[in-house]
């Protein structure tokens, strides 16, 4: 009895600090599994808003571009004629009748600003160029342009096309739709949806089509929910200024920012859910699950409930993750296809039967670019073009048919039996009572080669780039460790030669030990700097540009020091650079072994390397400049060319600025450029190279 007590006792003993410590975890990990499926869904949204408006955007440029074909067909600008312009008005009717385009306008401009018609207004003959900032240029330089802006009434998607009659550029037709389609989208969904537009254009909108506003906030959806509009003006400046998500009064909300065409901001489009509606299953699974952990882990012994509990832990983890993807690609589905314009336009573009992949009609460039009558192309299927068929092209019919596969690229065999990589857009459109696929198709044969080529290119700049930061990486070590060896080998020697005098005391042998171990130990924390420089990272991280200095300075400095380089930082602002760090570095690396060599032939008195940094509205400028006289007027313009080099062909390979290029745009997103520059140090003036760095604030 009292070893079944004792038993008993011990077994509570390890049992209840097990139960609370793994339940304490347990919940951790719990909670990073919502927070991950928190993202998942929010990212989710946010696809599914730009695919939405990406959507609706192309829809609105085909109707507009079978309207402009209308317009300069029927001579609009140089004839006025009311029916003309009737048959515009009819059109638009048409379209808010038959499809989801329920607010749909068209706006005729001529080449001067002034507006010849507008299918909301009996209004004509202002000049609209004070109110439409992006015609001024479209006048100057015509071309196709979709674009989203604020006007007086609301929130708009525009499409714009130039017209031309006989070659001359007469104006542009431009179609007019708006968001409340998207926002049914969303609705239909049980989601909310709620646009509004930045409050620094409240005073532009005169005339609010809703007429409601959240606070300065034009609300632009009509249908926006009471009880979303209450959530908003109670918590608008949290909400907007968060990240991926939130969650609010027991709402799940998601912030997507819209930009215009110049990049500035213009709104937010927000979404919200009821929380526990979305993921109610998921918390009472996670409820029920540690319940069960805690019984289990007082019922049964330590070693069977080890066992169980990480079972269950795996198997729970694996169903968890597999309902985040299954609802990730649920969302990603909901996107839908618009109806189509099929036209004449120079576009290739054809109509398929879904049930026989028969071709039901194609214009007239599909007919010059494939080789067939339209007699001869409409007796053909689509499969019969395929160069290689393979039992995959009905599975991609399939696909289509479910709106999944919209976009893929297919080598089609031409009437000359020329091979040509195409391009399809595809997507269902309504005719009548009859469904089709509708095909956009593109010859992208050069694309591709030019493609493959470039990408071979790349591979081989890279290598080399590789190649050659190894041999600099090393030429580095060993500025960093010829002088510690240095003191090594004089203290080992001095020891030996003073005992072999047998005049070697305490306090020599003490000093030159203590100077051995330090100098090894500095060659110790050398290998550490530059095996955590050769580190290669996949994640980015968040530095200011001191650290960056401070890393390079660590594998550097020797080297700078033998070659007499004055070396110095001006940095008034602790902005933090986002990036990976190394590559950054080895930017700085490309730049102070250009100024040493560049010091080297000039012999200059006095070398000085100068980074400083500021920040303007919009980006952080850092600029590197040296006193080595600068870059010939004939060279300077190649520096960032792949293979060009000053240097002779045992010192340089040519790639060290191109790569340093080519990390600033494409790693960093920002601008690199250089010219010769005079500066002042010390109240002395020099002159050199000047290289530039900007990098966007965003």
């Known amino acids: 009895m009292k070893n079944s007590f004792r038993y008993l006792l011990i077994l509570l003993i390890i049992v209840i600090p097990i139960f609370f410590t793994i339940n304490y975890f347990l919940k951790v990990k719990l909670d990073s599994i919502m927070d991950n499926k928190h993202q998942a869904l929010a990212s989710s949204i946010n696809s599914l808003i730009e695919q939405s408006i990406e959507d609706k955007s192309k829809a609105t440029l085909n109707i507009a571009l079978a309207i402009s074909e209308f317009a300069s067909k029927n001579t609009l600008f140089t004839q006025r004629d009311n029916k003309k312009f009737e048959v515009l ?58 674009i989203i802006s604020v006007g007086i009434f609301d929130i708009t998607f ?35 949806f709620l646009l509004l537009v ?16 959240v606070k300065e906030y034009y609300v632009a959806n009509i249908d926006a929910k009471d009880s979303a509009l209450e959530i908003m003006d109670k918590n608008l400046d949290k909400l907007l200024n968060i990240k991926n998500y939130t969650i609010n009064n027991d709402k799940f909300i998601t912030l997507f920012k819209l930009y215009d065409f110049k990049k500035e901001h213009m709104a937010y489009i927000f979404t919200l859910q009821d929380y526990d509606k979305v993921f109610s299953k998921e918390i009472n699974n996670l409820e029920n699950f540690i319940k069960i952990i805690g019984y289990l882990l007082i019922l049964i012994i330590i070693a069977i409930f080890t066992i169980f509990y990480y079972f269950n832990k795996a198997k729970y983890t694996e169903k968890l993750e597999e309902e985040v993807n ?6 990603e589905q909901l996107n839908k296809r618009y109806k189509q314009i099929f036209d004449g336009s120079k576009v290739m573009k054809i109509l398929v039967d879904p049930i026989t992949k028969k071709i039901y009609d194609a214009n007239k460039s599909t007919l010059n670019f494939y080789g067939y009558t339209k007699e001869q192309i ?28 919209y976009r893929f690229v297919i080598k089609h065999k031409l009437s000359n039996e020329e091979i040509k990589d195409i391009e399809i857009h595809a997507s269902l459109v309504n005719i009548g009572d009859k469904e089709y696929i509708y095909c956009i198709l593109r010859d992208v044969t050069e694309d591709l080669k030019l493609q493959n080529e470039y990408e071979e290119k790349q591979k081989l700049f890279y290598q ?9 990486m090393l030429e580095n070590i060993a500025h960093q460790w010829r002088q510690p060896l240095s003191t090594i080998t004089t203290a080992a020697s001095g020891m030996k030669i003073q005992k072999e005098f047998g005049i070697l005391d305490d306090k020599f042998f003490n000093d030159s030990i203590d100077t051995i171990v330090k100098s090894s130990n500095f060659l110790s924390q050398t290998i550490e700097d530059f095996r955590n420089f050769f580190k290669k990272s996949n994640t980015k991280e968040t530095f200011t540009l001191e650290e960056a200095v401070e890393d390079l300075l660590k594998i550097i400095s020797i080297k700078l020091k033998t070659n007499n380089i004055d070396f110095n930082l001006i940095n008034d602002n602790s902005y933090k650079i986002r990036g990976y760090k190394n590559e950054f570095i080895q930017v700085f690396l490309n730049f102070i072994n250009n100024s040493i060599d560049a010091f080297n032939l000039l012999d200059a008195e006095k070398k000085i390397i100068l980074v400083e940094s500021t920040i303007t509205s919009n980006a952080i400028l850092i600029t590197f400049q040296d006193s080595a006289g600068g870059i010939g007027k004939d060279t300077i313009e190649k520096v960032f060319e792949p293979y060009f080099t000053t240097k002779y062909k045992s010192q340089g390979t040519g790639i060290g600025l191109y790569m340093s290029e080519e990390i600033i745009t494409k790693h960093f997103k ?15 003036e020099y002159f050199g190279a000047k290289f530039i760095i900007e990098l966007p604030l965003n």
């Open 670 to 684: 920002g601008k690199l450029n250089v010219k010769n520059s005079n500066f002042t140090w010390n109240s002395k």
């Open 326 to 331: 299954l609802r990730t690609k649920e969302i």
């Open 158 to 192: 525009k499409s714009i096309i130039p017209v031309y009659e006989e070659g001359e550029f007469q104006g542009f037709i431009e179609t007019i739709t708006k968001f409340n389609s998207i926002a049914d989208k969303f609705q239909d969904k049980g989601i909310d």
């Open 378 to 405: 409409t007796s053909f299927t689509t499969l019969d073009f395929n160069a290689n068929r393979t039992d995959g092209d009905d599975f991609i019919f399939e696909k289509i048919l479910k709106n999944e596969e």
């Open 89 to 146: 008005k009819n059109i638009s009717s048409e379209i808010k009748n038959n499809s989801n385009f329920k607010h749909l306008w068209i706006h005729i401009v001529d080449k001067n600003g002034v507006s010849r018609y507008r299918t909301w207004t009996e209004k004509v003959g202002d000049n609209v160029l004070s109110k439409r900032k992006e015609l001024i240029d479209l006048i100057k330089n015509p071309k196709i342009t979709n």
């Open 464 to 472: 080399q780039a590789k190649m050659a930061s190894m041999g600099e």
């Open 198 to 213: 930045d409050k620094k254009y409240k005073d532009q909108i005169k005339k609010p089509f809703t007429k409601k506003f």
